[in-house]
């Protein structure tokens, strides 16, 4: 499931639709995301309790589903359709969950309204990051935190 992305690259946001269910269980089950990604960010202890999270890119709902059984207020998007029912299915009515992208405005979330960004991977897939970034910021409230893994080659 590992590519690299060589920079300027962009990918269709539907690639995920058609394997879905077997993405949830690959990433439910596989060595890197439960023992070395997942591992990384909740060390951070990230205390969502009370808080508002935006989990982007959030695939089957694991993070989403992490911070609203910790008391957090969860908004999580996907580029996926799939992924987001997937993700509905999962959770319920834990959170809200909708279909949105990192090259758009995020309009489905208020500006100055979120405490934590948490965003693992999506961003290894963006050709250009000054959308993203722009929104991520108008979304923060003060004090917010920024949970973010890039994993680039430049040079």
């Not at 202890?45 to 989990?55: F, I, K």
């Not at 979120?114 to 910021?137: G, I, K, Q, R, W």
Request: net charge positive.
């Amino acid at each position: 499931m590992w590519c690299h992305i060589a920079q300027g690259t962009s990918l269709d946001p539907a690639q995920y639709d058609p394997i879905a269910t077997a993405y949830q269980e690959y990433a439910d089950t596989n060595a890197y995301k439960p023992l070395c990604e997942r591992p990384c960010t909740l060390a951070l202890r990230l205390l969502v309790n009370g808080q508002s999270v935006l989990n982007v890119a959030c695939g089957p709902g694991f993070y989403v589903a992490w911070c609203a059984q910790r008391g957090a207020t969860v908004c999580g998007f996907d580029s996926s359709p799939t992924m987001v029912k997937r993700a509905r299915s999962r959770l319920r009515s834990m959170a809200s969950l909708v279909p949105g992208s990192l090259a758009a405005p995020l309009s489905f979330v208020p500006e100055v309204s979120c405490h934590v960004v948490l965003c693992a991977l999506a961003l290894n897939y963006v050709a250009d990051l000054t959308m993203p970034l722009s929104e991520f910021a108008s979304t923060w409230r003060t004090p917010s935190f920024t949970r973010s893994r890039l994993e680039r080659r430049f040079g």
